[in-house]
Nanobody
Framework: QVQPVESGGGLVQTGGSLRLSCAAS????????MGWYRQAPGKEREFVAA????????DYADYVKGRFTISRDNAKNTVYLQMNSLKPEDTAIYYC????????????????WGQGTQVTVSS
């Protein structure tokens, strides 16, 4: 299966910002909804944000709404996650994947999970 490549993570202080990128080549990028997910140590992977194939529709988990913004550039096969006002509870490995929003926020997924990018927010 094809695998996206996430980047842009790092260590920031509470209140700081980061912009994550996800390079998602290998599929017809513009035909798929894209989602960002995260997994903290000892926890299940959870939904963060999603964007429709056209970019015309977005969806956010309540715990990031108003702080995070998802966007995509279909010409570059890339989806972004702008994260502002970061909190220690945002600390996690962040992943992206192609998926279908027709069945909810948690899949089905159409790629393998990549390595993710680590986001650490210090208090």
């Amino acid at each position: 299966q094809v695998q996206p490549v996430e980047s842009g993570g790092g260590l920031v202080q509470t209140g700081g910002s980061l912009r994550l990128s996800c390079a998602a080549s290998g599929r017809t990028f513009s035909s798929y909804d894209m989602g960002w997910y995260r997994q903290a140590p000892g926890k299940e992977r959870e939904f963060v944000a999603a964007i429709s194939w056209s970019g015309g529709s977005t969806d956010y988990a309540d715990y990031v709404k108003g702080r995070f913004t998802i966007s995509r550039d279909n010409a570059k096969n890339t989806v972004y996650l702008q994260m502002n006002s970061l909190k220690p509870e945002d600390t996690a490995i962040y992943y992206c994947n192609w998926f279908s929003s027709d069945y909810g926020r948690m899949g089905p997924f159409f790629g393998s999970w990549g390595q993710g990018t680590q986001v650490t927010v210090s208090s």
